[in-house]
């Protein structure tokens, strides 16, 4: 590692050489949209002004479109208004001279036009971008993502920060909502659903080690914890709903930035000057395997890489296209020592071999009927394949290798939305929308059963199966401070041949600085293919799948929200909720504890008997927000949940859900230093304390896990031992130069600075017939240098 910290060094005093001492009088270019909240219209003659120096401002053109040049470096505010439409104010925007600032808003429609002028309503700033969402939404920037101590630019590791939102590990980014399985979650990307957009992710599960999703590549986007509105379906616990950014179409700009984690490089611009298309493409590749013998990765070797892309091209007469995809390939390798006496929990006597690959994309066309109607198309498909086996080393012949489980899977799918959007007048918004999904698959997964001493197919199935989604949602403005909304989803998943019809209705109230909320409705998700395609160990024969009628999962979400705008900008928000689901995957029998909501992946499946969907769960609690968002150089973020969540088998007893850490708390911070009153050159420092209730587990009875050569619980004791309470705390520091036209960033971001292994779990080790205790991982730095700049 040494040497590449020298890499680093030199790259970073070589190009600051070059760049040498700007003048102090930076300025850079704010360029961005303006359009109409509920239709999606371009907003013609909008006044764009620096709040900083009023004399500096705009109007945007026939478009939408504004270019607001000679904007001082530093954070800053704009004012945006049109007579008719309810004014914006947006502050603490950060203006760098290596990349133009993109600063995409949308305006609301007065309901009284002779108040235009003097209307004002306070928002929140992490308001959803939906304008259908109610309650449990709020949007992320990108800038979040950066800036959040160990997010590390992703966007689920930004999301456990949020209220109600608990992580489920130091090595991955599975986000745990209210108790529910991270399974749960729908990763949506410009519009439409796609797969799981991790790196290094198990079958079936939700997230991995590394996102694929490029922070340089998104946009601001929205983040669901319940009570979703009507267009969104197939999810239970959370929703992503992710957008890419459009290239800059005016001028050429760069990012290179190398570290710890990876090497990447970015590009974006017109197509040609003067033109209204343009580009983005980001590639990375890691650099991981440069740490490995300095931090706790439970001994492994992580390599991946990844491509993003969007290409935009708006036309006269037909519409805006846009082709987007993301494409990533990875590999996760162990090799332990031919030493029996080095094997540790952390270096394990386990030998990994897997390789995955992934791609998604789409084309996406938004098409306006009328200033008022639009229609938005997209066609996208997805393909991933992986390779999986997994040996340990046999002591008594020579170390060499004996496989223990391998699998092939791979899944292809096409998918279809097409979204209709009309603005009936200032009250009333209508969305109704159809969405196909094809999805193939071949997957083959076979692991070896040490206390039957044989080999077990779990997964052996190919074909392909549909999915048809449909919806329809209203939005009512009764006045400028009560708003309804309400609609229906409706899904078909052909191969269950269940069906499932949810109502869901929301209505807001504000009042001076206060806005009361309440959301109710109903929800489904089918599992993942591989819980259809289940073999289970009573059954013999090919082609015999005892879970493939499975009912859909389904639950009613209720959500009561209170949030109030407080003196010295702070903003306080609380909701408490209540989660029925039922229709849950249980084993079919009185005395097993097995629920797919305790699971995390297809593994989990491992040994059990028939599933019936017989289960039911709650999850009721209540989160608080207490946020500071950026402000006069500082922020602060304080979230704290008190809940329960608990599942009931199929003989009808309850227990306390795996996942069901009763209580935690999150604090994010963080403050800017400016060295001249010419903002060239700032110091950021951030900090992130994360302390929650422990996860539950089952009792492993030991002796009869050793006379059966398996893991044995103990009988009717499910999930009642909860793991040690989890902290951890993590800390950032950057500093930021801009030159004339490159801006540099030194970063470095670790995770558990304190270095504190919290306890992860147990299992039964067959080999010693004795119980094991894992630990998290310890103190992971990510050092980086970046550097933005343009032509």
């Not at 601001?220 to 914890?225: E, L, V």
């Not at 392909?464 to 229906?488: C, D, M, P």
């Not at 849950?584 to 040994?607: H, K, M, R, T």
């Not at 019936?612 to 704290?640: C, H, M, Q, V």
Request: glycine share 8%; aromatic share 14%.
């Amino acid at each position: 590692m040494r040497p590449f910290l020298k890499l680093i060094g030199y790259i970073v005093c070589f190009t600051f050489s070059l760049t040498g001492y700007a003048q102090d009088s930076l300025v850079q270019r704010v360029r961005g949209y303006v359009l109409d909240a509920e239709s999606n219209k371009p907003l013609e003659m909008v006044t764009v002004v620096l709040l900083s120096n009023q004399q500096l401002s705009i109007y945007t053109d026939s478009t939408g479109y504004f270019i607001l040049d000679n904007v001082p470096l530093g954070r800053q505010g704009f004012q945006f208004s049109l007579v008719g439409y309810q004014p914006k104010t947006v502050v603490e925007i950060l203006v760098t001279s290596g990349k133009a600032t993109e600063l995409n808003i949308s305006l609301t429609e007065s309901l009284h036009k002779l108040d235009e002028v003097t209307v004002s309503v306070r928002r929140n700033k992490t308001q959803a971008l939906n304008e259908f969402a109610t309650v449990s939404a709020r949007s992320f920037s990108v800038e979040e993502t950066r800036r959040y101590a160990a997010s590390i630019s992703d966007p689920a590791r930004m999301a456990m920060n949020f209220a109600g939102v608990a992580n489920n590990g130091d090595l991955d980014n599975d986000i745990v909502v209210h108790g529910n399985s991270p399974r749960g979650v729908l990763w949506r990307l410009e519009g439409i659903e796609i797969p799981n957009p991790n790196h290094f992710s198990e079958l079936g599960s939700s997230g991995g080690g590394i996102s694929m999703l490029n922070a340089n590549t998104l946009g601001t986007s929205d983040f669901y914890t319940g009570a979703f509105p009507p267009e969104y379906g197939n999810a239970l616990s959370g929703v992503f709903d992710l957008n890419l950014r459009n290239g800059n179409k005016d001028n050429y700009e760069h990012i290179f930035q190398i570290g710890l984690l990876g090497t990447e490089i970015a590009t974006e611009g017109p197509f040609k000057k003067g033109g209204k298309a343009s580009y983005l493409i980001d590639y990375r590749y890691s650099t991981l395997a440069l740490i490995q013998d300095y931090v706790k990765l439970n001994g492994l070797i992580p390599d991946y890489q990844d491509v993003s892309l969007k290409l935009n091209f708006p036309t006269a007469k037909a519409g805006t296209f846009s082709v987007w995809g993301i494409a990533g390939a990875n590999k996760l390798l162990t090799a332990p020592a031919k030493d029996s006496t080095e094997w540790t929990d952390d270096d394990p006597n386990l030998k990994l071999n897997n390789h995955s690959m992934m791609t998604f994309g789409g084309v996406t066309h938004q098409y306006f009927i009328n200033t008022r109607t639009y229609i938005k198309t997209i066609l996208s498909g997805s393909y991933d394949k992986s390779t999986r086996r997994s040996d340990t080393l046999n002591t008594t012949d020579n170390y060499n290798p004996v496989e223990v489980d391998n699998g092939r899977p791979e899944n292809i799918a096409f998918r279809a939305s097409v979204l209709l959007n009309s603005k009936l007048d200032n009250r009333n918004t209508i969305r109704t929308g159809i969405i196909f999904q094809q999805l193939g698959y071949n997957l083959q997964q076979n692991y070896y059963d040490f206390g039957a001493r044989q080999w077990t197919n779990l997964l052996d199935g190919s074909g392909s199966t549909q999915f048809y989604q449909a919806y329809v949602q209203w939005k009512n403005r009764v006045s400028e401070h009560i708003t309804l909304t309400g609609g229906l989803h409706g899904s078909y998943y052909e191969l269950s041949q269940q069906y499932s019809i949810e109502p869901r209705a929301a209505m807001s109230y504000s009042f001076k600085n206060h806005k009361l909320s309440l959301a109710a409705g109903m929800h489904s998700k089918p599992d993942h293919i591989s819980t259809y395609l289940y073999r289970s160990n009573v059954y013999t024969g090919t082609g015999i799948y005892p879970n493939q009628y499975l009912d859909l999962q389904r639950a009613v979400h209720t959500v009561l929200g209170y949030e109030v705008f407080l003196p010295y900008k702070m903003h306080l928000k609380a909701e408490l909720y209540y989660q029925y689901l039922y229709h849950l995957p249980v084993e079919a029998d009185s005395n097993s504890g097995f629920s797919i909501i305790n699971s995390e992946s297809v593994f989990a499946l491992a040994g059990t008997k028939p599933l019936a969907s017989k289960g039911k769960g709650e999850n009721y609690g209540i989160d608080i927000t207490f946020e500071r968002p950026f402000a006069d150089n500082y922020y602060f973020l304080l979230t704290g949940s008190l809940y329960r969540s608990t599942y009931t088998t199929f003989g009808g007893i309850s227990y306390d859900g795996h996942f069901n850490r009763g209580y935690q708390l999150n604090l994010v911070t963080g403050k800017e230093f400016y060295f001249s009153n010419s903002k060239r050159s700032l110091i950021g420092l951030n900090g992130k304390l994360m302390y929650t209730g422990g996860q539950r587990e089952t009792p492993i009875d030991l002796p009869q896990s050793i006379a059966a050569r398996k893991t044995v619980y103990v009988a009717n004791a499910y999930y009642t031992f909860q793991d040690p309470y989890y902290l951890r705390i993590d800390g950032s520091l950057y500093y930021k130069r801009n030159n004339r036209k490159a801006t540099h960033t030194l970063s470095l971001d670790i995770q558990n600075v304190t270095n504190r292994r919290n306890y992860s779990y147990n299992y039964f080790d067959v080999r010693s017939g004795s119980t094991r205790y894992i630990k998290e991982a310890g103190l992971i730095p990510a050092f980086s240098y970046r550097i933005e700049f343009h032509r």
